[in-house]
């Protein structure tokens, strides 16, 4: 959705992204009060929804929650803690109704505030009670590979799999940011066998996670996809 124009009509974006030879468009759900309005729609908006993807034979499977910048799990005020635990809530109620199978999640403890011990304490116990919702609504989390060294790597993410230990946590990496840090990522990739839901495919430098056309930065694509394939990566790829 973020490569497209803004806007609220959701069969014009699908029909667009259609034109342009795509499969699917993931939602965008970020910290900005319009985008998290969509998580209160009403019935009939997320009819409105279904009814785009049914028309237009083109997907919504995904959702990207980076609403959590703003109010993190991690965060130490009970009262925007609290507030991100219902953004989860919704959200995963929200992608029950229209169809969407992963949420993205993104890996920070805290964003605009100073990380410790307690943050990244009160991050796994959220997402621990994330899962937990996931599970009964039959909603995949999934955790993205961040330009943020709490989950930097695809082995750090699975420390976290390992630690939930739940089917309805898995990994998306973004093979930019994983090539931007200094990982091992043909290595890395190889690790997330049997955990990789999504992957997302950008190109990044050494400290630059935006904005770097396709071709001027580090990321070796085809060893990248090489290695995808040779694992027996299926999935999809977003840009």
């Known amino acids: 959705e973020k490569a497209l124009p803004a806007g609220e009509c959701w069969l014009e974006r699908l029909q667009l992204a259609k034109q342009l ?6 939602m965008s759900v970020d910290e900005t009060d319009e985008r998290l309005s969509r998580l209160d729609w009403s019935r009939d908006q997320r009819l409105a929804l279904v009814s785009a993807i049914a028309e ?3 997907r919504v499977p995904s959702m990207c929650l980076s609403a959590h910048r703003r109010f993190p799990l991690g965060s130490e005020d009970d009262a925007v803690r609290a507030q991100g635990l ?3 809530r919704k959200a995963i109620r929200f992608a029950q109704d229209v169809g969407i199978r992963v949420i993205q999640l993104a890996g920070y403890d805290v964003y605009y505030q100073e990380a410790n011990d307690e943050t990244r304490r009160r991050f796994r ?3 621990k009670e994330s899962v937990e919702m996931a599970s009964r609504a039959q909603v995949t989390l ?15 993410a699975l420390g976290y799999a390992h630690y939930l230990n739940n089917p309805w946590f898995q ?15 043909q290595m890395e990739l190889q690790a997330g066998i049997g955990h ?19 071709g001027t930065g580090v990321v070796d694509f ?9 694992t027996g990566y299926c999935g999809p790829y977003l840009i």
């Not at 990994?171 to 990522?185: C, K």
């Not at 997302?200 to 056309?213: L, S, Y």
Request: aromatic share 10%; net charge negative; proline share 5%.
């Open 21 to 26: 030879g795509f499969d699917f468009v993931e």
């Open 56 to 58: 237009t034979g083109v």
């Open 86 to 88: 219902e953004i989860m």
């Open 125 to 127: 116990d959220g997402l």
């Open 142 to 156: 999934a955790m993205e590979i961040m330009d943020y060294p709490l989950m930097n790597s695809i082995s750090k």
């Open 171 to 185: 990994l998306y990496p973004d093979i930019g940011n994983l090539s931007a840090w200094d990982n091992d990522v």
């Open 196 to 214: 990789i839901v999504a992957v997302h495919v950008k190109d990044t430098r050494p400290g630059v996670f935006k904005n770097v056309p396709f």
């Open 222 to 230: 085809e060893r990248c996809f090489q290695t995808l394939k040779q």
